[in-house]
């Protein structure tokens, strides 16, 4: 999830406010080459007041193991620095080192409703008509809509996937500042949805038909950050392409192929055109294309091998007081307006 804060429009002389960004990444499993590219790298070259933060409330959502989640969450954060995130620039932490997400998130639930809630993807999907199914999952928009309000974002870039949770930020947004108007104003910004620019998206290399996850079952098609070069040459090599002759780029046609490209240009082993210019055969470009994910993932590798623990809690422990200093004035306001 990633969220931004537009600066307001003003003069042609005037200088705008740094954008303030929010960006959580869930621990649900390990990350990949993908995650990188399109979120840890755009993390450390973000300009403006920017959270960025490892979700890990929102992986209590399925059945899980205490001391999994920990490892992944510390792994994750560990990752985070290891990518370059400065945490001297940008505020760093872990979401329930903020206790304002969970005080937020109960108060939106007294004004949230059931059925909008049961309409949501996530529950219908994986939740409805099973009695093991947690109540966090049928709350977990709510706690989605906590974390986005809680940093008076206006401007939320997502997917189509994401559409949803934004909209029912948006519904508790304007509920709350209807029933529970705020002393001076309305309590919540109401977030817009914004539709970024269509990014990358990595295939995974044994199926291109679905994207590289870190949740994936089989990791035989997911380049992980942490991969040896010897893991990454093979995962590679066992690349799905296709049958044509030559090397083209047609993503609909040859999806495995394309995947291959777009993970190359995307690690600077050259343009997408200049890589079906320079390679006639798979082997070829799966060579080159591999020693490019190496040589990205290598820096980190070495970074993500010195970080001491105490590195880690000491720039998320910094990085949760910062956060806090944000989110708790929003809490406080709601808290005043809502009668507490």
């Known amino acids: 999830m990633t969220i931004t804060e537009s600066a307001p429009a003003g003069t042609a002389t005037d200088r705008r406010p740094p954008a303030r960004q929010l960006s959580l990444i869930t621990p649900s499993g390990q990350l990949t080459i993908g995650n990188y590219i399109g979120a840890l790298a755009?993390?450390?070259?973000?300009?403006?007041?920017?959270?960025?933060?490892?979700?890990?409330?929102?992986?209590?959502?399925?059945?899980?193991?205490?001391?999994?989640l920990r490892s992944t969450v510390f792994q994750m954060q560990r990752l985070m620095l290891a990518a370059g995130i400065d945490?001297?620039?940008?505020?760093?932490?872990?979401?329930?080192?903020?206790?304002?997400?969970?005080?937020?998130?109960y108060l939106l639930e007294c004004v949230a409703r059931v059925g909008e809630m049961e309409r949501m993807i996530q529950y219908k999907e994986k939740g409805r008509g099973r009695p093991e199914t947690r109540m966090s999952l049928l709350s977990y928009p709510v706690l989605m809509a906590a974390d986005i309000l809680l940093y008076r974002t206006e401007a939320v870039p997502?997917?189509?996937?994401?559409?949803?949770?934004?909209?029912?930020?948006?519904?508790?947004?304007?509920?709350?500042?209807?029933?529970?108007?705020?002393?001076?104003?309305?309590?919540f910004v109401v977030p817009e949805v914004v539709h970024p620019a269509v990014g990358l998206r990595l295939r995974n290399l044994q199926d291109p038909t679905i994207k590289m996850s870190k949740s994936d079952p089989n990791p035989a098609g997911v380049i992980y950050l942490l991969d040896p070069p010897e893991v990454v040459r093979r995962k590679i090599k066992r690349a799905v392409t296709d049958s044509f002759p030559g090397v083209s780029y047609q993503p609909e046609a040859r999806p495995g192929l394309a995947n291959l490209l777009e993970l190359g240009a995307a690690c600077d082993a050259g343009t997408i055109e200049q890589l079906v210019d320079d390679h006639h055969s798979f082997g070829s470009l799966k060579a080159v294309v591999a020693e490019a994910v190496i040589e990205t993932l290598e820096p980190l590798q070495e970074r993500y091998a010195r970080l001491t623990p105490e590195d880690v809690r000491s720039a998320f422990d910094s990085g949760a007081e910062r956060a806090r200093a944000t989110a708790a004035a929003t809490l406080a306001a709601a808290r005043a307006a809502i009668g507490l």
């Open 158 to 187: 997502v997917g189509a996937d994401q559409r949803q949770h934004v909209e029912i930020a948006r519904d508790l947004a304007q509920r709350f500042n209807r029933d529970y108007p705020g002393q001076d104003g309305p309590v």
């Open 87 to 105: 945490p001297d620039r940008y505020a760093l932490f872990r979401q329930s080192d903020v206790p304002e997400h969970t005080g937020l998130h």
């Open 42 to 68: 755009q993390m450390r070259d973000a300009e403006g007041d920017c959270y960025f933060g490892v979700s890990d409330l929102h992986a209590m959502t399925m059945p899980h193991r205490a001391d999994r």
